[in-house]
């Protein structure tokens, strides 16, 4: 089966996939691939912005969210009478005519991929643009879009061993794929606030809980430094630096990134 593959360090947040969707779907029905999609409340490939850290340290990154196609697909589970289907390209379909008035379609999906229709009375989601395969594409309109070439449409075989499934739906076997997601981190600014000056070319240790060494980095020209893709667990972060009281602070990477900031270092008298 085709797979569509999301490389996070190709992706500029240009929402172009979003749109190119937008413009294949809206004003326009496949049926019986699929009815109109609304021009508003829905977006069968979204683009979802995640902001990471605090101030000063904030990191954003950009995620498209679509159906996946699920081998183990909860929306066909929740189905009657046929109305969610699978082809033979393994696309699944949501019957426009047979899904009418059957909500929990919609309600199923654990990646929140499947909209209800309000007006219509019927859930929808991406088609894979199915009908643009028939018509003799190669790629879904999202992909074709895609100008940084973040979004790829590959064999499943071709799939790298990093590329893994939205957490939400892992469980379901979808075959829309996300690599270069970064991992945690941990950040912070060593100062000297009596001589207003910020501490250069220091080491700094990241330490696991049994107190091994996992990485060390030295701050920069601003005093700064940052531990990245980091696993989520709780870690400690040390330095000792010449004419100061050590420093041992706590950094737990378990449910977010760690933003120290300003770590303010105290004279030994």
């Known amino acids: ?10 992706c500029n947040g240009c929402y172009g996939c979003q749109m190119a969707c937008k413009d294949e779907h809206c004003g326009n029905d496949w049926s019986p691939i699929a009815a109109e999609q609304p021009m508003t409340g829905q977006f069968w490939c979204r ?23 699920c081998d183990n697909a909860a929306c066909m589970e929740a189905s009657k009478d046929g ?23 919609a309600e199923a999906c654990p990646a929140g991929a499947v909209y209800w229709n309000e007006s219509l009375d019927i859930p929808q989601k991406c088609t894979g643009c199915a009908h643009l395969l028939d018509d003799g594409w ?15 449409y590959v064999d499943e075989e071709n799939v790298p ?18 690599r270069g997601i970064p991992k945690r981190w941990v950040y912070g600014v060593l100062v000297d606030r009596v001589a207003n000056e910020v501490i250069i070319g220091t080491p700094v240790r990241l330490l696991d809980t049994d107190g091994n060494e996992v990485a060390t980095v030295k701050t920069d020209a601003f005093g700064e430094f940052r531990f ?24 737990d990477t378990t449910a977010e990134d760690v933003v120290l900031g300003d770590i303010f270092l105290k004279a030994i008298a």
Request: proline share 7%; glycine share 6%; aromatic share 6%.
């Open 1 to 10: 089966m085709k797979t569509i593959l999301f490389d996070a360090t190709l």
């Open 47 to 69: 683009v979802d912005q995640v902001t990471r850290g605090k101030i000063p340290e904030v990191k954003v990154q950009y995620e498209p969210v679509m159906c996946g196609h």
């Open 83 to 105: 109305a969610v289907y699978r082809r033979e390209d393994g696309l699944i379909i949501i019957d426009p005519v047979k899904a009418k008035g059957q909500r929990a379609i």
């Open 138 to 152: 190669s790629v879904p309109r999202c992909v074709d879009v895609c100008a940084t070439g973040a979004l790829t």
């Open 161 to 178: 061993a990093d590329a893994v499934p939205l957490p939400s739906v892992a469980e379901n076997h979808p075959h829309v794929f996300y």
């Open 228 to 251: 990245k893709e980091l696993d989520e667990r709780p870690y400690t972060v040390a330095a000792t630096v010449e004419g100061y009281e050590d420093i041992v602070l706590d950094a």
